[in-house]
Every structure is written in C-alpha cells, then in structure tokens.
C-alpha cells in the first residue's frame, strides 16, 4: 500500500497497538535540557527506576544560560540550581551532558543535527515544542511534556494516537531577499496559529528539496507555530552530503546500510494526506509579524490587516491599516533555534559587513552553539559583528523566551529571528516582531524596519 | 503501580468564564516561572501577566481577581494552550485548582500534558462554548457537570457528550500514568528494539 513518509517512519517504530487505538512508539532518541527535565528524574527517584538506554540520551544547558561570561558561576540562583540539577541528574543516571563551556554545548535543536545524533527515519522527542526542527532530516521529531520525558527515560516509549498527515507543497523560486524564515512564516500566516493542529506536516516540493539542510530547520523548526504536532521533509543528497563523516552517525559498513534506508525514506506516489495544501513561491516576500502569535505576519511592505484582536494591536503599539516601514526600533535579536546557524550568521555577516549599526538599537548575535560560535570566529564573522557595533554573545536560547538575562524591556520593540512574537515572551511587557536574519540585520543599520530588498539591488 | 495520580470521575463546579482564543502557554505560566525543579506550588503564578501589573498589584478586573467567578471548570476560546510544551502550564492549572478545562479546540501538547496530570479537556463546539460563557455572565454561579464515565458535560442549559480517548479515559479513572502501563510492557519493547533498524545502524558494536 502506498505511503507517506510520515506514515512510513511513524509505523516502523511502533511496538504494539492497543485498543482504543493507541499505539506504543518507540523512541529513538531523547534531547533533554535543564527546564523541562528536572521533574521527570524526580519522579525516576520517587518509582525507583532506571534510564532504558544511556546512549538514546543526550543532554545540554541552553534555556537558562547567560551569553556572557560562560566561564563564571551562573549569577541568578534558580537558573544555576536548574543547571546544577541537570548536571547531577546526568550523573547520577550516567547520561552525556553537554553542559555550559563544553565544546559541544549549544541549543538542543542547533547540537543534535551538527553532532550527527539526529538522523533520517528516526523518532525524536524532546520537552520543547520546537523538536519539530529535527525533522528536516526526514524524522518524526516532536515536544512533548515533562511526564512524558520521564516515560521515554524508564521505557524509551510513549503511548500515542498517530496524528493524520498533512501535505504543503511549495513550487518555484524565490525572489532576492526572501529566504527560508520568510517561506515558514508565509505558510503560517495562511493557515493561523490553529491551522495544523492533530497534523504531521510534510513539506514538498522544489522550495524545499533545493533549500540547505540549515534552511530546512529553520523551516521545520516552527512547524508548531501552527500547532502541528511537527514537520517533515524527505532526505535526498542534500541531508546525506550534510550528514556524511559527523560524529554521532553510522560509519563504514552500517553506513552503506545507512544510505539505503534513507533512500526508501520519500511518500509514496499514490500515497494518501489527509490535508494539503499548495503555494506558489511567486507569491512570498520577505515577512514580519504585527501581533502577538505567528500567524500575525504581513509581506513586509504591506499594511496591518483589519482584525478582530484588537488586544493584540494595543499591546504591540500598533494600528490597523498602517504598515510598519519605517517604525523604529530598539532592539534586535539575531539567534535562537529558528536561526542560530552558521549559514544564519553568514547571511547576516554578508549584509552588514562595512556597515554600522544605528545609534539607538542593540543588537545581539547569539550563535546556537559553541561549534557555530568557534566556525564564526574561525571565518571571522566575529569581526564584522563587532566592527558593525553588534554585540557576538556565547551560545544559548537567549531572548527568545525571556528566561535568561536577556530580555528585551517592556514596551520596547525588538525585531528577532526566534520563533515566537506572544505577549511577554522575550519579557514582560516586551514587542516582538519576527522576522529573517536579512530583515533583522537590515533593521539593524537603519535602526527601523526597513525591506531589505531595497538593499539588495 | 507506584505514585498515583489524584483520581477523576465526577466534577460539579461553577466555572471560570476566559473568552480569548489562542491562549499560549506563555500566558498561562510565564518562561520566568519555570525555573523549579518540583511540580509544586505554579498556581500563583498562572496567568501571571494578565493577574498583576508591572508593579505586582492585583488587576481588579481581570476574571481570576474577581470573587464573582469561582469553580474547578476552566471555560475557554479556541485554541487553548498553543505554544510551547512546557507541562508547568498544566501544573500551574492544576495546582490552581482547575481540574476541567473546556474550549472548543485544544493544542496537541497541551491537551496531551492535561491528560497526563489529571485534568480532564472537554471539547464542546463553538456553539455550545458561547452559550456557556452566556449563561456565566447571567449568572456566574451557573453550575456544571462533567461526568467522565458517561462522558457528558453539562450545565448553563448545554448538555454534550464529549469524546475522549479509552485509554486514557482509564488512566483518569484509576489515578494511573502512562509509566505504570509502559512498564507493564518492557519486554516486548526490548523484543521490539533488538530488531529495529535504526536501533541496529546505530550499534557501534555489531
């Protein structure tokens, strides 16, 4: 029977069905981090149980982490109670850590994909929605909730409905200045922060296949912003060449058997989708968001739509019909598990190299991880940040959830690069639009929000 | 068969009236509050932002400062619990008192974290949720039924049966997680894994 790529990853790991038509599902590997884990090695200790298997966890520090000053002792208390505990969780259950100053350390989503853990075919689970980035790779990634990280520890297993399966398809090329952030946030304005709630996405079409592997996150990355239990794309040449000689991945023999198995992983011709939809990449330009969820987002040239949230519109300083050309801003933030990347901080390098930063606004680069933050050092992105007034911070989850010591103050507004504009979310009171590296890095030097197409010709 | 969850069966309740969609569990339990490392003692701090002002005063007017509205039944817009996974947002819930949360659409996760720490969602149409929030704002001591075994929430002059999952349906009833199941289950996950592909492509050993 034919199927789709969903369908057959999601099938090929489940262990049994039960009645009622829930489906234990095997797990291939876990990311746990210092916030959402803490309770489930609590409750571990309070049933007497083990880890299943040590080598299907890997573990890191990344919500809570300062970006400056790695090497000192973390200053707020509960952050450092929070790492501190994560540190001796692994211990005592023998689990790898990637903790603060380690040469692997990075967000959870930017370290598994570079370090070769993540790999087509898989099931992936983490307790973070943006798990749904792992899926670039042709997973079946996806956040769960911290009950559930304690049942992958003790059995490596969730018990689960299957979601049905949606289809986006996005045929032709893109234009100047319109990159993979712009493509997610497009689909997301289409279908609203409900849209693709209890559905498995599948990105297809040539958009996607001629996208990089790191444009492939990013797009993956914010597939919940839907509300889709996560988002896939099919592995070609693209994710093998990507995958090829890191560290974590199969090698000599296995590999071979590796690649074959990648191969069979595509949907199927005649397969089914219980959804689909279809976009022409003609119609897509660089976008940022007005309001306070993701799916408030406008071409960048266009004006505020007549809507019914007006709470959102107070919240954000903003009018209905007027278009945020020229607003100022005060901050920007260039990071997170949306763009973090090097090709993210290449993009952004390429653009302001000779230029300068506007007076008024501060500007954050924070790399993903400490492999992404010694590759910009090595070609020099450092440089052109800091000669462009930029401020290069050591890696984490930054100020894209006002959890750590960056935060952007209330009322003003940051145009950043994360994934997420909710109320409050980069700290109280604060004013997110979202937006591309390219955008925010133009934003950057003119100290407004600007097109950058007007740059790029 | 370690640690049971509270048990549910029968909730009769007055109920919260929260009319807003797309409700993310940032607004349910600020990131700033996650740095716990217990489940305990969230539900001071839910909806943190929309209960107290920047200076930690009460917002006299917002549903949950306001002694008018009392009850274990959240009734909420559609798309509750959007956003992140962060289960603090059930426990925050929880510990708050809630122990039904109603609304015409719920967010994967969330519902899915609901479920796992004894909080029932019921999912009533569009209808049906804005003859609720009527009937609250005519009275707020409106009473309301949600019977897990029938599966029927009822009140405010609606009367529904709502779907839930059997299986977990039973987790509630007993007061069971799905670790006691899992665990009841280990061997044939470890029959299970010994032949699984990736497993075996992934064994530097063989």
Same mark, same amino acid.
């Given at each position: ?14 262990? !049994? ?68 505990? +994560? ?128 444009? *492939? ?14 988002? +896939? ?17 199969? !090698? ?12 069979? +992983? ?18 897509? $330009?660089?976008?940022? $968001? ?110 894209? +959830? ?28 604060? *004013? ?26 | ?20 969609? =797309? ?57 509750? %619990? ?34 796992? =720490? %004894? ?82 492509? =992934?064994?530097?050993?063989?």
């Amino acid at each position: 029977m034919a199927k789709t790529l969903f369908d057959k990853i999601w099938d090929q790991h489940v262990v !049994k069905s039960i009645p009622g038509g829930r489906q234990i599902l095997f797990i291939d590997h876990q990311f746990i981090h210092e916030v959402t884990s803490p309770q489930a090695f609590e409750g571990l200790r309070r049933r007497g149980l083990g880890v299943y298997d040590t080598n299907k966890i890997t573990a890191t520090a990344d919500h809570n982490v300062p970006t400056v000053n790695q090497h000192l002792p973390i200053v707020e208390p509960l952050s450092k109670k929070q790492v501190d505990t +994560l540190e001796n969780n692994c211990q005592q259950f023998n689990l790898p850590l990637f903790g603060l100053g380690h040469e692997k350390q990075g967000i959870v989503h930017v370290i598994g994909p570079e370090q070769g853990i993540t790999q087509p075919g898989m099931t992936i689970v983490c307790g973070d929605s943006h798990t749904s980035t792992h899926g670039a790779f042709g997973c079946v990634a996806f956040g769960i909730g911290t009950s559930q990280v304690e049942q992958v520890l003790a059995s490596q297993c969730l018990v689960l409905q299957k979601p049905k399966r949606m289809r986006i398809t996005v045929e032709g090329k893109l234009s100047k200045g319109t990159t993979a952030k712009d493509v997610i946030l497009y689909i997301i304005s289409q279908l609203g922060t409900g849209g693709a709630t209890g559905y498995f996405v599948e990105y297809a079409g040539s958009v996607f296949t001629n996208m990089s592997m790191e444009e *492939r996150m990013t797009v993956c990355n914010m597939s919940i912003e839907m509300g889709a239990r996560g988002g +896939l794309i099919a592995p070609d040449e693209t994710t093998i060449d990507y995958l090829r000689g890191r560290p974590n991945v199969p !090698k000599g023999k296995q590999w071979v058997q590796a690649v074959e198995y990648y191969k069979t +992983l595509f949907s199927d011709q005649a397969a089914q989708f219980d959804l689909e939809y279809s976009y022409d990449a003609q119609n897509i $330009t660089p976008r940022i $968001t007005y309001g306070t969820n993701p799916g408030m987002g406008i071409g960048i040239d266009e004006a505020i739509p007549m809507i019914d949230n007006l709470k959102a519109l107070k919240y954000m300083g903003l009018e209905q019909g007027e278009t945020l050309i020229g607003k100022e801003i005060q901050y920007v933030f260039i990071g997170s598990c949306t763009n973090s990347r090097i090709e993210d901080l290449r993009s952004v390098a390429s653009f302001v190299q000779g230029k300068k930063k506007a007076d008024h606004v501060n500007v954050w680069v924070v790399p993903g991880s400490k492999k992404v933050e010694t590759q910009a050092v090595s070609e020099g992105l450092d440089q052109i940040f800091l000669n462009a007034g930029f401020e290069f911070r050591a890696p984490g989850c930054s100020a894209c +959830l006002g959890m750590n010591e960056d935060k952007i103050p209330a009322g003003k507004y940051c145009v950043s690069t994360s994934n997420r504009n909710f109320e409050g979310r980069q700290g109280k009171g604060s *004013r997110t639009i979202l937006a591309s590296p390219m955008t925010a890095a133009a934003c950057a030097i003119e100290g407004k929000i600007v097109d950058v197409r007007k740059w790029l010709n | 068969m370690v640690e049971l969850m509270e048990k549910i069966s029968v909730i009769r309740s007055a109920a919260v009236p929260f009319p807003y969609e =797309n409700i993310d569990t940032d607004q349910i339990i600020p990131a700033r509050f996650l740095k716990a490392t217990d489940r305990l003692g969230f539900g001071k701090n839910l909806f943190r932002d929309w209960r107290y002002d920047k200076s930690g005063n009460t917002i006299k007017d917002f549903v949950l400062n306001n002694s008018v509205y009392s009850g274990s039944v959240l009734i909420a817009g559609k798309n509750f %619990g959007c956003g992140s996974s962060r289960e603090h947002a059930a426990w925050a819930l929880f510990d708050y008192g809630f122990r039904v949360v109603v609304s015409s659409f719920f967010a994967d996760i969330f519902r899915a974290n609901a479920l796992n =720490n %004894g909080i029932v969602p019921v999912v009533i149409n569009e209808n049906q949720l804005h003859q609720c929030f009527e009937s609250i704002e005519k009275d707020p001591n409106t009473s309301f039924v949600m019977d897990l075994t029938k599966q029927q929430f009822s009140g405010g002059g609606i009367d529904v049966d709502f779907e839930i999952d059997p299986y977990k349906k039973e987790c509630l009833l007993n007061g069971l997680d799905d670790i006691d199941f899992l665990l009841q289950h280990i061997d044939e996950i470890k029959a299970f894994e010994k032949e699984h592909l990736v497993h075996k492509l =992934n064994q530097t050993d063989v």
